[in-house]
């Protein structure tokens, strides 16, 4: 049995080489978070070689306040408090730690009171609500210096790191701006008119979806003067007609600079538990958001540094003072960038399809989908094709989040697309989950995206390298992508890193053909064609005479 003593050396230890291990991930999301895990980890471990060589009075208050002042401080920060932005996934290194700091913690409750710090303290209850009180305090009082410290150091609210997967940084101070100053969560009253097997969305309780937001956000997302050289909206990248993806192998933002990833539809994104091809980290469309905004590297919108300048835009003109009145009343300057960053995340969460001939048939219209279709839609669910296992449920996707979702699952995967080096190497400027993980198993893993009208969302795979549905069948049969010469020459179905679930299998023509009906099958005409999310400058444009 271990003693009391080493008990405590045994649980920070613990917690500071955790710490250290995960500060290199957070610092590639939030290099302030980096930095903040790498200093705790420090001060642990530091702590526990005092704590062997010089026990005594001395450490009482520095051993509480490592211990139950850093859960304090994770508590405030990760749950539904002022100090976060709302409840936050546990995931194995934040559960183990807060074990054993707890641990720690009640261990030097129970050696205070029996006097290892000098005097034997008084009634255990009392003992623990004053040191309660004590680290709960100085987490808050952490915590709140840094939010107020958020404007010289913008990554602190976990601005993400990523567009279209990318490397990208947002500098934008949007504390001061109006992103960080959310106001008290209002009862929803969006009408979401869902049909049968669709759940409701969930919708962060300081954004609400109101029919206002949504339409101020339909008109900012068409909009180019969101662009700080007035060439580029959201739209150009994410077209209707399109399913809201943008018909390119990649894009590229408003100055011209190539992006790295290519454009996923929007099509129910309200539903996806990860925003982004590769960053498991970016889970609220409210964050996503900033990156298109706000990146420099690579520019997207360009706004970083015009912000005064495009913010003017709207203030001045008179159709935008109606729209912004009237999506948050009761404001005396509506005009900022959490509002609109609002707008635009409500306009996307209204973004439902659901009425492909695939769902028309699941409503019970069994003329809906074709011979071939049906065939193809066995083949899809079948065990031997294994595509549901990564496209499953009811938007298709292993990504899902809806109102009620209790274990959020955020899966990637590793497709054998390349294999650079007979190690499972991808291209430098694209290697998935690892460019924020730092973890070498995580190269070469991407999010599997919903299917939803996938025949209008081509070319394919993040950095649209697949021209067509039937070369994406063809490459999961093979089991990988073999690419014979050039520099991203090698065998990915040998990749030690593919997912076991591209293992390969044998179609004939007609399967081939047969599963690709099914995939056209989930085309949804409504969705493309729905006034409700159309461009309203070009719908102003038919009617001038």
């Known amino acids: ?271 996806y538990s990860t925003l982004t091809w590769a960053n498991p980290v970016l889970t609220d469309l409210e964050r996503q958001i900033l990156i298109p905004m706000f990146s420099e590297f690579p520019v997207e919108l360009g706004i970083t540094g015009h912000e005064a300048e495009v913010l003017a835009r709207f203030r001045a003109d008179p159709r935008y003072q109606t729209l912004f009145a009237a999506a948050f009343p009761g404001e005396a300057d509506p005009y900022t960038w959490g509002n609109i960053v609002k707008a635009l995340a409500s306009f996307s969460r209204s973004l439902i399809s659901a009425d492909s001939p695939y769902d028309r048939y699941l409503a019970g219209n069994l003329d809906a989908l074709s011979g071939a279709a049906l065939r193809g839609m066995d083949l899809f669910l079948s065990e031997e094709l294994e595509c549901h296992h990564c496209h499953g449920g009811f938007n298709f996707t292993g990504s899902i989040r809806q109102r009620n979702t209790v274990f959020v699952e955020a899966p990637f995967h590793n497709t054998g697309l390349y294999n650079l080096d007979g190690r499972g190497a991808y291209p430098p400027n694209n290697t998935g989950v690892e460019a924020v993980s730092n973890r070498p198993e995580d190269m070469g893993r991407f999010r599997a995206p919903s299917l939803r009208n996938v025949a209008l969302t081509a070319p394919y795979m993040h950095d649209g390298s697949m021209a067509t549905l039937e070369e994406v069948v063809r490459f999961y049969e093979a089991g990988g992508r073999y690419i014979a010469d050039g520099p991203y020459a090698g065998d990915g179905r040998r990749s030690p890193l593919k997912s076991g679930l591209v293992s390969g299998f044998t179609l004939t023509d007609q399967e081939r053909a047969d599963l690709i009906a099914f995939l056209e099958a989930l085309t949804d005409t409504t969705f493309i064609t729905d006034p409700r999310f159309s461009d309203p400058f070009a719908a102003e444009a038919r009617v001038v005479p």
């Open 1 to 271: 049995m271990f003693s009391f003593h080493q008990i405590v050396g045994i649980c920070l230890a613990l917690a500071g080489v955790i710490h250290l291990l995960i500060a290199p991930e957070h610092y590639a999301h939030s290099p302030a978070h980096g930095l903040l895990f790498g200093a705790i980890g420090i001060a642990q471990l530091g702590y526990v070689g005092l704590w062997w060589r010089r026990f005594g009075p001395a450490l009482r208050l520095p051993g509480l306040l490592l211990s139950g002042g850093v859960v304090a401080l994770w508590l405030l920060s990760h749950l539904a408090t002022p100090f976060a932005h709302g409840p936050h996934p546990v995931d194995w290194a934040a559960a183990t730690t807060k074990l054993a700091e707890t641990g720690a913690f009640l261990t030097l409750l129970r050696l205070d009171h029996a006097g290892a710090f000098g005097r034997r303290r008084g009634n255990p209850a009392a003992l623990l609500a004053r040191s309660a009180a004590l680290c709960l305090g100085s987490g808050a009082l952490v915590w709140g210096g840094a939010l107020a410290a958020a404007p010289a150091l913008p990554h602190l609210a976990e601005a993400p790191g990523h567009s279209h997967d990318g490397h990208n940084h947002v500098h934008s101070d949007l504390t001061s701006s109006g992103y960080a100053a959310a106001p008290a969560a209002a009862e929803e009253t969006y009408a979401w008119n869902l049909p049968a097997g669709f759940p409701l969305p969930y919708v962060p309780p300081d954004n609400p979806m109101t029919a206002e937001k949504v339409e101020l956000g339909r008109f900012l997302f068409y909009d180019r003067r969101l662009s700080a050289n007035g060439t580029m909206a959201c739209a150009s990248c994410h077209q209707q007609a399109l399913a809201f993806s943008d018909g390119k192998t990649t894009p590229h933002g408003s100055t011209g600079e190539p992006l790295p990833r290519n454009s996923q539809g929007l099509a129910n994104v309200a539903y």
